[in-house]
């Protein structure tokens, strides 16, 4: 069983640095959509595990954050496709919790879930704190130049403490990533 671990905001939705607050500003990123879709036709589980700090700021509140949910699930639905799983993490950066990223608590989480034996698991995020997290989880690591891509490049390339992650592959978003994905697939 293949699973792909995507972040939400700046992976499937475009981000914001003052929050995603309401449905109405949950906008998919173009494509991410349609990749998600041809991974469900791949028969590859599509799971998304997201911090949500802006709960604990009151920036939100829980029903909001369905209500995005469920408009990301109603697009896909149109489309063909599905979520089989999300996990949020609704604490904020001081609350030492398990689950935010780049603690690995979600990712352990969604691969205990799938109770399968036999998983091949990679995470596609936009952050630094997506990179720790799959690696802390034990699991691949993709880096899209969507969201805050651009910027954890740059933290990538002049932090020493994060060098390790200079060889994680980078796409231009997620459809790109998600037709190498399907490609290296085919090939094996």
Do not use: W
Request: net charge negative; glycine share 8%; proline share 3%.
């Amino acid at each position: 069983m293949t699973m792909i671990i995507l972040d939400r905001d700046g992976v499937i939705n475009y981000d914001s640095d003052a929050y995603i607050k309401s449905v109405e500003e949950f906008i998919p990123i173009p494509g991410s959509l349609e990749a998600i879709v041809r991974l469900n036709a791949a028969g590859i589980q599509v799971t998304v595990v997201t911090n949500q700090s802006g709960i604990a700021r009151g920036y939100y509140d829980v029903e909001t954050l369905q209500a995005m949910h469920l408009k990301l699930a109603n697009l896909l639905t149109t489309m063909g496709g599905k979520i089989d799983r999300i996990y949020f993490c609704p604490h904020g950066p001081t609350d030492n919790c398990s689950c935010r990223k780049p603690k690995p608590g979600m990712l352990q989480q969604a691969l205990q879930d799938l109770d399968e034996k036999a998983i091949h698991a990679t995470m596609i995020g936009d952050s630094v704190s997506d990179l720790a997290a799959a690696e802390a989880a034990g699991v691949g690591s993709i880096l899209v130049r969507t969201g805050k891509g651009e910027r954890s490049i740059k933290s990538i390339e002049e932090n020493n403490t994060y060098k390790r992650y200079r060889k994680v592959a980078v796409y231009d978003d997620l459809n790109a990533a998600v037709t190498d994905i399907l490609l290296k697939a085919s090939d094996k």
